[in-house]
Every structure is written in C-alpha cells, then in structure tokens.
C-alpha cells in the first residue's frame, strides 16, 4: 500500500518523522483519515491522539492543538505541543486529571479552561498505553 510521509512539530522542534499508510488526526470538526494522494488541505486540530498506521502497527503521539496541513505526498502537523508514548511521564498525567476533576466539581471555575485541561491528561493517558507498542 502507498505511504504518505509524516511530520509532527513544536515549537520545540520535530517530535515525529516517518512514514504511513494511514495518518488519523482528530480535528475540530472530527476524526480526518488521510491516506497517499489525499487532497490538499488545512484543518486546526482538537486535543487528541495523532495515529500512524503502517503494516498493521500503528504509532501514536498526543497532541495538544495546532494545525494539520495536508498535502498528497505529506502531512505536517504542526502542534502547540506533541508526546511520544515514551516521553509521557503518566503519573504525572493522572495528577493533571484528577486536578482538573477537582476544578470541573467547583462551582468557580472556569469551565471551558478545566474541560481543555482535562482532555490533555486523558489523551496523554491514553497514548501513553502505547509505550513499546
């Protein structure tokens, strides 16, 4: 099957390089799958996991907002922040969690703030299961 090559970066520099059958991102309008050739395109990212999938192994990194830009022949993802599995610190990752509960169970809070703040430890929880996958 046809590869797309793949970039993930921060401001911090590249997190992510390689190639893929398959690129899934999660966008603020939903899910985008994106394969070799896919049409050209710009779409800003919702908080969430970027997966790569070759050879029926897939590699996951979280990531925290940004923009992905598609081409036929690349995807950059462009991210405000991005983990690799093995660069999670998941205690970590749950203390985030359970402070962000905590602050969504208090009548002062701002919300919206709270709700983001959560989301990010979720997705890095969950992408951090992929550790040596």
Do not use: C, N
Not at 47 to 72: D, L, N, Y
Not at 84 to 97: F, G, L, M, V
Not at 100 to 116: C, G, I, M, N, P
């Amino acid at each position: 099957m046809a590869t797309i090559q793949v970039s993930v970066i921060t401001p911090d520099g590249a997190v992510y390089e390689g190639d893929a059958e398959l690129v899934v991102v999660k966008t603020v309008e939903g899910e985008l799958g994106i394969k070799a050739k896919h049409i050209p395109l710009v779409s800003p990212l919702a908080v969430g996991p970027a997966r790569f999938i070759k050879e029926g192994k897939e590699e996951q990194v979280a990531v925290s907002s940004g923009f992905v830009e598609v081409r036929p022949d690349h995807v950059s993802i462009l991210a405000e922040t991005a983990e690799r599995p093995e660069q999670i610190d998941t205690e970590r990752a749950r203390k985030a969690k359970e402070r962000a509960e905590q602050r969504l169970a208090s009548e002062h809070v701002d919300r919206k703030r709270a709700e983001a703040a959560l989301q990010r430890a979720i997705t890095r929880i969950d992408v951090a299961k992929h550790k040596g996958a």
